[in-house]
């Protein structure tokens, strides 16, 4: 069966990840961000040392490899009890990361809606980066020169898998309003978004 779905988009630093945790608070919503999922690998596992020997090399981990591991990880939520397919929407944070992910999960999302968080002072984004950096004592992501390279990898890999779903699934939200603003502009968005069969989003035969 496919996951009824929301997307949450956005640039390192938008607040995905806050966002995506207070909607997974709320009953029959399930929040699965997936930097949490690959920070989980070890290499006890066959998927975990298929990373290793990527990363290790600096290169990118094939969009199969990536797939697989979220695959596998829903499924142990799902055995857990802790996702229910039947009754929760997923709201997934962080995957797909580019187009060939989004079409190698087409048998497994009903994407619902998609939530593009955008700031427009990119100045503001820095900023923000740098905090957490600091909060989190991950040194090397406050470098100016790690964080461009960021922004510029979201900018080229991930902005146009908005444009795979299209522009009647996107809504682009204003990360630069406090976040409770953010937050009533999304709940707005899901409690009107009950779409009619017909309407669901098929297989994007143009890709």
Request: proline share 6%.
């Amino acid at each position: 069966m496919k996951f009824k779905t929301v997307l949450l988009f956005g640039p390192p630093g938008a607040g995905k990840g806050t966002q995506g945790k207070v909607l997974g608070s709320i009953p029959n919503f399930f929040h699965m961000a997936c930097g949490d999922v690959f920070r989980s690998l070890t290499v006890d596992s066959a998927l975990g040392r298929k990373f290793l020997e990527y990363s290790s090399k600096g290169e990118l981990v094939p969009d199969e490899y990536t797939v697989q591991l979220w695959r596998n990880s829903i499924e142990k939520k799902i055995q857990a009890g802790q996702f229910v397919p039947e009754r929760d929407t997923l709201v997934l944070d962080g995957l797909p990361r580019s187009v060939p992910q989004a079409e190698l999960l087409q048998d497994a999302l009903n994407v619902q809606a998609v939530f593009a968080l955008y700031c427009p002072d990119r100045r503001k984004l820095v900023e923000r980066l740098q905090r957490r950096a600091l909060r989190d004592n991950r040194l090397d992501d406050a470098s100016l020169q790690v964080i461009d390279h960021r922004l510029r990898l979201y900018e080229i890999e991930t902005e146009p898998v908005l444009n795979f779903y299209g522009e009647d699934f996107v809504h682009r939200i204003d990360a630069t309003n406090p976040p409770v603003v953010v937050l009533h502009d999304l709940l707005s968005i899901v409690s009107g978004r009950e779409r009619d069969p017909e309407h669901e989003l098929a297989e994007v035969e143009d890709h």
